[in-house]
């Protein structure tokens, strides 16, 4: 039996199956890394990670802020290959300038990372290179905060070109500040005959290790930059063409595993990759699909947002995240079923915030995992958020209902015509059949009458190639 008779077309589209096995394919295994003692080499090292402890700082809310914060830290560090042997919350009013947690918790924290075996601390919050450092003197394993764990996902999970080079830039930006010199790094390279450490001609040093290293990475982190803008060149050039028919676009964005990629194979049968992990897809897919009165419009599935999600990742990602600004209607999607639903929210408006003209799309909360939900949580999510509906993507349930909404949602077809189209001029009746809605067609000896509701684009150019024709 070959690969592709293994599975039935309905799961294909509904999880991505090929994608996924090919993702599986190769994956960490715990234990098998020998680390370094030196720790002041990590930034030379592809990261690992393997057995965990997590560490937070709790400054201000509930304790179950707290600790659904943590719980998405170990979510995060288990998509990511590790596995999570302890983690820990600290009530502080602020971080330590020092150690993020405070000198005495530190050497707690060193005794729990002994006692367990742990070759790496996750801090959830993303920590000054001071930090860093002070850290790793104290506990001698590897520590990384929360945007390094998130960027070592999406280097993960990152598949087309563009995505692997938005990655790369974020990752870069994040670097650049915490790279670090030891010993021969601090030397400094001099020109000429230099045995005594002076040039011909008495000239200065020249470069630290560490001052090479900055300009290598500031020169690739340009060259990135202009590869990035030269890639999204070509989805530009397609979402002026959509905007110039005025086909409407919908944009389905919101918290990542919330069911994004889930709700667009429902709807127009994309086959994208489903996982339940977080970041599990992360490049934009643009699907074409009709509402129930066979309207055309597009359908474009969106990275995944995350609380505190590294603005470097914003940065990077932005001409992705235009998708959203650009759209005529947002499906903020949200996962009825997670401890923290409200939360989620405000997580995903607060990145809408940064992208300009974000948050001026209409918009309709989208309450996914309705199987898995409670009701208390369903209804009080739909109290506070008026324009919102309950559907769940794996049972189909509410489907149709959000369809209808779309519908009712996209910009209005606001000229009605009943034109005697020639024909040699059938693309406009065509165009009317995908961007209008046609009421009836007749065909006669002249031409085809056509009525039907179309946007101001196509009404202006069937007025100058179509005669009136009475109403009976």
């Known amino acids: 039996m070959t690969r592709m008779q293994k599975y039935s077309t309905l799961d294909q589209i509904e999880t991505g199956e090929m994608d996924l096995e090919e993702r599986h394919a190769l994956r960490r295994v715990a234990g098998l890394s020998t ?19 997590l560490v937070g700082v709790w400054t201000s809310g509930t304790s179950s802020d707290a600790e659904n914060s943590l719980l998405e830290l ?15 919350i600290q009530r502080r009013q602020k971080p330590d300038s020092a150690t993020y947690i405070g000198s005495g918790k530190a050497l707690e924290l060193r005794d729990i990372v002994d006692a367990t075996g742990a070759d790496t601390v996750i801090c959830d919050g993303e920590l000054t290179p001071a930090q860093l450092r002070e850290l790793e003197e104290v506990v001698k394993v590897k520590v990384v905060d929360r945007t390094m764990l998130i960027l070592d996902i999406f280097a993960q999970h990152a598949q087309s070109r563009e995505g692997k080079a938005q990655v790369e830039l974020a990752q870069l930006q994040y670097l650049m500040p915490r790279l670090r010199g030891w010993g021969g790094s601090l030397s400094r390279q001099v020109g000429g005959r230099s045995s005594n450490g002076v040039g011909v001609g008495g000239r200065g040093p020249g470069e630290t290790k560490i001052e090479l290293d900055r300009r290598r990475i500031r020169e690739r982190m340009s060259k990135l930059r202009k590869q990035i803008s030269g890639m999204s060149t070509s989805r530009e050039v397609m979402r002026h063409q959509r905007q110039r028919r005025e086909v409407p676009a919908v944009a389905i964005a919101g918290y990542t595993n919330a069911g994004k990629s889930s709700l667009l194979n429902r709807i127009t049968g994309a086959g994208v990759l489903v996982e339940d992990a977080l970041f599990a897809t992360l490049d934009p897919t643009v699907r074409k699909s009709r509402t129930p009165d066979g309207r055309l419009f597009t359908i474009a599935d969106t990275v995944g947002f995350v609380r505190h999600l590294p603005h470097q990742l914003v940065e990077a990602f932005r001409s992705t995240l235009e998708e959203v600004a650009d759209a005529d209607l947002i499906l903020h999607v949200v996962d009825g079923s997670h401890p923290d639903p409200e939360g989620q929210i405000a997580a995903v408006r607060e990145v809408f915030s940064t992208i300009e003209g974000a948050l001026d799309v209409a918009e309709v909360v989208v309450i996914n995992k309705a199987d898995a939900a409670d009701q208390e949580v369903i209804d009080r999510i739909m109290r506070r958020e008026r324009n919102s509906i309950v559907v769940s993507a794996r049972t189909g349930a509410g489907l149709p209902e959000l369809m209808e909404l779309i519908e009712q949602q996209l910009p209005r077809l606001d000229h009605e015509v009943r034109l005697l189209v020639p024909y040699d001029r059938g693309d406009l009746v065509s165009r009317a059949h995908e961007e209008g809605e046609v009421v009836s067609v007749e065909h006669v000896e002249d031409g085809t009458i056509l009525h039907a509701w179309v946007l101001s684009s196509l009404f202006h150019e069937l007025e100058k190639v179509a005669k009136p024709v009475e109403r009976v």
């Open 35 to 53: 680390e370094l003692q030196d720790v002041t080499e990590v930034e030379y090292r592809q990261l690992r990670l393997e057995r965990v402890v």
């Open 74 to 88: 170990k979510l995060l560090a288990e998509t990511a290959g590790s596995e999570v042997l302890e983690g820990l």
